[in-house]
T-cell receptor, first 116, second 116 residues
Framework: EPEVTQTPSHQVTQMGQEVILRCVPISNHLYFYWYRQILGQKVEFLVS????????KSEIFDDQFSVERPDGSNFTLKIRSTKLEDSAMYFCASRRGLSGDNQPQHFGDGTRLSIL | QKEVEQDPGPLSVPEGAIVSLNCTYSNSAFQYFMWYRQYSRKGPELLMY????GNKEDGRFTAQVDKSSKYISLFIRDSQPSDSATYLCAMSGRGASGTSYGKLTFGQGTILTVHP
């Protein structure tokens, strides 16, 4: 069964450094998402991406964050200058979205980001 | 009032028991309701997906949605030790413009342990 893959599984970065998290969504999917989960807390929406542009973003997704689909397969989340509070699991998700909205999202296994 | 509320548990049951997991929500715009299962250090795995009110059954799992009460449930019959995981409810709905980009709002998650 096709799945969403994320790399790396664990990223350790110094505070203030830039980090790029990578995702390969399911190949025929059109909508892409990033979520994060701080340890012990809810999974929180960050951003949705469709037709090569951001369709919706949360308050968390400030100017330090950006997303990109650099080619036909990858979807990336960049954090420009990391802060301690960016430490979390980051999940990528995708959904097909062809026939209306009636398509669920499928998640990757996440990247654990640790900021030192 | 939180948009989605879910009792975090933990819930511990003997093998073979019927498990009932619940979420309440406040946003009447939610139309799509999902249950995900999350194992430790893994991403959310889609279990059930329902649209609007009613029941849906898949093997040992039954999802119920009661939009009038803003209440959703997941029942697990004949629970197994392999069902031990965190169960997340999630929901999405159309925005004011009538479109939906699929942003999911999650509950806190219920930690379930099924002991042999």
């Amino acid at each position: 069964e096709p799945e969403v893959t994320q790399t790396p599984s664990h990223q350790v970065t110094q505070m203030g450094q830039e980090v790029i998290l990578r995702c390969v969504p399911i190949s025929n999917h059109l909508y892409f998402y990033w979520y994060r989960q701080i340890l012990g807390q809810k999974v929180e929406f960050l951003v949705s991406f469709y037709n090569n542009e951001i369709s919706e973003k949360s308050e968390i997704f400030d100017d330090q964050f950006s997303v990109e689909r650099p080619d036909g397969s990858n979807f990336t989340l960049k954090i420009r200058s990391t802060k301690l509070e960016d430490s979390a699991m980051y999940f990528c998700a995708s959904r097909r979205g062809l026939s209306g909205d009636n398509q669920p999202q499928h998640f990757g296994d996440g990247t654990r980001l640790s900021i030192l | 009032q939180k948009e989605v509320e879910q009792d975090p548990g933990p819930l511990s049951v003997p093998e073979g028991a019927i498990v009932s997991l619940n979420c309440t929500y406040s946003n009447s715009a939610f139309q799509y309701f999902m249950w995900y299962r999350q194992y430790s250090r893994k991403g959310p795995e889609l279990l059930m997906y329902t649209y609007s009110s009613g029941n849906k059954e898949d093997g040992r799992f039954t999802a119920q949605v009661d939009k009038s009460s803003k209440y959703i449930s997941l029942f697990i019959r004949d629970s197994q030790p392999s069902d031990s995981a965190t169960y997340l409810c999630a929901m999405s709905g159309r925005g004011a413009s009538g479109t939906s980009y699929g942003k999911l709002t999650f509950g806190q998650g219920t930690i379930l342990t099924v002991h042999p």
